[in-house]
Every structure is written in structure tokens, then in C-alpha cells.
């Protein structure tokens, strides 16, 4: 092990107790980390410094703890040396913050639905660890054509228009409450289908495998499956 210091403090080495206590043999990274000292991985795997990378890297971090529900975790200083082998060193000092959860989470504006339908579909409970993305996702606002989220339901049933906005509306202590405001608008009907730049296949094969079809209701499900 190196004798250099970081100037944030000492960072201990995760030991075979805690290594056995986190089911750490379950996880390839906890195992690489409990073995290093010993069999060394990072060995090869040394590479240039590339400040891009780098910065995309701490964006990771930040993202990560987020995901964990350290909503306010910031990377608070980094800094670069070399060693006395002429190898750099990188170390980063972050503040964590206080780990959140979901709180109350209502609806505003949905009249095509009830509450509890699109609570069923949302599929977070209060008390669940804060995850932003996974909010996101779920109410569709990440696209995602697997579908099984808010705006899926809306869309596939004509609502082309459909915006949802999550706004948090308190914060207290390590709990957050959400009201999700809906913006359903009209149910869209398809009129013209036009397909053009198909030189290689003619026009009645590709519509024949289409799910989009005029005089229907849009749909973002079919209209994925078609494309």
C-alpha cells in the first residue's frame, strides 16, 4: 500500500470483516476492492489522464449518489499529484449531504384516471429511498419503449398532447412531497399516413406491416412497433 496521504483525510481500506458482513462475495466490485492490496487488478489497467474523462466521471459520482438518495451530494474539492514513483494520484473529497426519501406524493389535473390508478402504475411508496430518475421514468418523461409508465397510459390512448411535471411541493427533514400536475389535452385521431424514400420496397408491404392506421387513435406503443 502507498504511504502518500490524501490531503482530505484518510480513507480506510475496506477489511474481510465488513467484506463478509456486506455479502461482499456477491459483488465482483467488493471482491476486486477486499483483493487488491493482495493480487493487485489495477496493475494493467493504468492509463493517460484525460481531464474530459475525468470531469464526465465526477458527473457519474454525483449521479450514483443521487440515485441513492443523496440528493444534495457535491463533490466539494479534487485535486491531482504525483508520487514519488511519478505516478498520479487522484483524490476527491465529496459531502455526501443526508439521504432523502419520498414523501406524500398527490396528483393535480388528471381526470381521465384516478388517483389510485396512476398510483398503481407509479409504483412509489412513501418511504422508499429519493430517486429523481427513477420518478422520471416512471412518469415517462425518460421515453422508454417498454412502456408501463404515465405517459404511456395517456398516450396510447390518443393523449398526443399529454404533459406531467413532478414539483416538489415540501421538503422536511430527510422526506420530500411530490404533486404531479397533469396537462391531459384532446385525444388525437390519425389522418394521413404518407411514406416516402422507399426505393427498395414497394408501398403496399410496408403499410401492410404497420400499426399506425388513419381514422385511429395515436398511439405511442403502435407508433414504436410500426418504426
Same mark, same amino acid.
Given at each position: 500500500?502507498?504511504?502518500e496521504k490524501s490531503p482530505y483525510g484518510e480513507n480506510k481500506p475496506y477489511t474481510f470483516r465488513q467484506y463478509l458482513g456486506?455479502?461482499?462475495?456477491?459483488?465482483?466490485?467488493?471482491?476486486?476492492e477486499v483483493l487488491d492490496p493482495y493480487f493487485r487488478f489495477k496493475l494493467f489497467s493504468s492509463a493517460k489522464f484525460n481531464q474530459k474523462k475525468f470531469e464526465e466521471d465526477k458527473e457519474k459520482i454525483i449521479d450514483?449518489?443521487?440515485a441513492l438518495g443523496y440528493r444534495d451530494a457535491v463533490i466539494a474539492?479534487?485535486?491531482?499529484?504525483?508520487?514519488?514513483? %511519478?505516478?498520479?494520484k487522484v483524490d476527491l473529497k465529496i459531502d455526501e449531504g443526508r439521504r432523502y426519501y419520498f414523501?406524500?406524493?398527490?396528483?393535480k389535473g388528471n381526470s381521465k384516471y384516478s388517483d389510485s390508478i396512476l398510483n398503481v402504475l407509479l409504483?412509489?411508496?412513501k418511504g422508499e429511498i429519493y430517486n429523481l430518475e427513477t420518478l422520471n421514468k416512471k412518469?415517462?418523461?425518460?421515453?422508454?419503449?417498454?412502456? %408501463?409508465?404515465?405517459? %404511456?397510459?395517456?398516450?396510447?390512448? %390518443?393523449?398526443?398532447?399529454?404533459?406531467v411535471d413532478p414539483v416538489e411541493t415540501a421538503v422536511y427533514n430527510d422526506t420530500i412531497d411530490f404533486e404531479i400536475r397533469i396537462v391531459e389535452g384532446p385525444q388525437a385521431t390519425i389522418k394521413n399516413i404518407k411514406i416516402s424514400g422507399n426505393e427498395k420496397t414497394k408501398e403496399y408491404v410496408i403499410r401492410r406491416e404497420i400499426r399506425t392506421l388513419p381514422g385511429e387513435k395515436f398511439s405511442r406503443s403502435d407508433l414504436i412497433r410500426t418504426q
Open positions: 500500500p502507498s504511504n456486506d455479502a461482499g462475495f456477491l459483488s465482483i466490485t467488493k471482491t476486486k450514483y449518489y443521487n474539492a479534487d485535486t491531482q499529484y504525483f508520487n514519488q514513483k %511519478g505516478n498520479m414523501g406524500n406524493i398527490t396528483w409504483g412509489i411508496n412518469l415517462g418523461k425518460q421515453l422508454s419503449p417498454e412502456g %408501463g409508465d404515465i405517459s %404511456g397510459l395517456y398516450m396510447d390512448d %390518443g393523449y398526443l398532447f399529454f404533459r
